[in-house]
């Protein structure tokens, strides 16, 4: 959907004028902010974070086994590895029918820059996931072995007393097989990338899909808009993937990360008016065009629409938790 230039975006008197510098406001205030909550909350070195805030409940927000475990234990690893396999190969083919068929100029829009990082997770969640599994069914193979070998050498013979100690040392071997692979996971770069692309991709994804169906979609109907394929597909099917993995996978959801959601939303205002400063182009969307007269409405808007969009996904997140623990886990 280009847009036709409404005016020279290269000039200086577009951008010396009222309306930016309220735009501008709405749009880079948040980053500090956001930056000092990931420095207060997020960073394991900072010693006043780690006094000031929660102490303890600070410090589970990272957990390597967490990233290609499921919800429930019933669930073995390998259907949240297909399931992100299927994701990433349907998302990604689906982007590159996009450019083949739209080119490029495409990737101007917001909801394929959420698009791009939905793929990004699905292809990470899939590597995680294959070296989160392969140990798995590694250690769960040589443990079955291992009692297969005990109860052919012991027979039917079934003390009577109970040998604690061998016991306990067998509860130790496993869980120092398992704490090994908690500790590579939790150090791992890699699974921190992947929680944070969880947390941002999720407000992303609700931000552009709410804006799209409920804001963009009835204006284009108005203008007797053609909807394709691609279109419904760009703005939908990530959120159906990205929701069948929440409902599969055992991440959590802080408040506090929706910081990163804040950034990368700045970071791509922050592209546009780049470009537009330096070539006089359409506007992806047209509340960004700063020429607008309630162009600072639309921003504000837009910026205050994060909150309700994270806390939606929070909910979907609480009610799965609800869920998991009034049916299952009880």
Not at 26 to 37: G, T
Not at 145 to 173: C, K, W, Y
Not at 246 to 275: C, D, H
Request: aromatic fraction near 18%.
């Amino acid at each position: 959907m280009s847009l036709l230039v409404t005016s020279d975006t290269t000039t200086l008197s577009y951008w010396l004028n009222w309306r930016v510098f309220l735009c501008s406001v709405w749009v880079l205030a948040p980053i500090p902010f956001a930056v000092y909550i990931l420095w207060k909350y997020e960073c394991p070195d900072n010693s006043k974070s780690v006094k000031n805030c929660h102490k303890e409940h600070e410090r589970i927000f990272w957990h390597g086994d967490e990233t290609w475990k499921p919800c429930l234990k019933q669930i073995h690893p390998l259907w949240l590895l297909a399931f992100r396999l299927v994701g990433f190969f349907i998302l990604s083919a689906t982007l590159i029918a996009d450019l083949v068929v739209h080119g490029f100029d495409i990737l101007l829009y917001y909801t394929q820059w959420t698009f791009v990082l939905v793929t990004i997770y699905f292809g990470i969640g899939s590597i995680i996931s294959i070296c989160g599994c392969y140990p798995h069914c590694k250690i769960a193979t040589a443990l079955n072995a291992h009692h297969a070998q005990m109860d052919t050498e012991n027979g039917l013979f079934i003390p009577l007393s109970f040998d604690g100690a061998s016991l306990e040392v067998r509860r130790n071997e496993k869980s120092s097989i398992y704490d090994l692979g908690k500790l590579e996971f939790a150090n791992s770069r890699l699974s921190q990338i992947f929680q944070v692309i969880f947390q941002m991709s999720a407000g992303a994804v609700m931000l552009t899909d709410c804006v799209y169906w409920f804001i963009i979609f009835p204006f284009l109907t108005l203008k007797d808009y053609d909807m394709n394929v691609l279109t419904v597909l760009t703005h939908s099917i990530n959120l159906v993937v990205l929701l069948g993995d929440t409902a599969l996978n055992s991440l959590r959801f802080p408040w506090f990360r929706i910081s990163y959601f804040i950034m990368f939303t700045g970071v791509y205002v922050i592209f546009q008016w780049i470009i537009h400063a330096s070539l006089s182009l359409w506007w992806p969307y047209p509340f960004l065009d700063l020429s607008a007269t309630f162009a600072p409405v639309w921003y504000l808007s837009v910026a205050l629409m994060h909150l309700p969009c994270y806390a939606l996904y929070a909910l979907i997140m609480g009610l799965k938790r609800y869920i998991l623990y009034r049916w299952f886990l009880q």
